[in-house]
């Protein structure tokens, strides 16, 4: 069992920056595909950056390459996602999750759906002013 707890949303505005945290407790953090998601009122979740924990390989939205990092510290089983140039439409409640996988492969090469995600934070909240 994978516990998941997110912190570090909030407000901000436009073009400014957050950082969000992702604790993860229960269960050895090593082999698993973590990922950020988010999901806006009436608009569908949306996976913004994965990342599989042994490792370090990457995978990112277009809507966020190149403007959100994910990144990890395995001493800490924490999961990060730095978040720059932000924008309104940005503006979400967002969701760290895990699976666990065999292989990057199953992760970054043939990512899964959210539906595969076993374990969910209870997400936090970031909102970007114009």
Known sequence: QVRLAESGGGSVQAGGSLRLSCAASGSTYDGYCMGWFRQAPG????????IYTVGGSTLYADT????FTISQDNAKNTLYLQMNSLKPEDTAMYFC???????????????RASAYFQYWGQGTQVTVSS
């Open 43 to 50: 608009k569908e979740r949306e996976a913004v950056a994965r």
């Open 64 to 67: 966020v390459k190149g403007r």
């Open 97 to 111: 999750a895990a699976h666990f996988a065999s292989s990057s492969a199953y992760c970054i090469t043939y990512p």
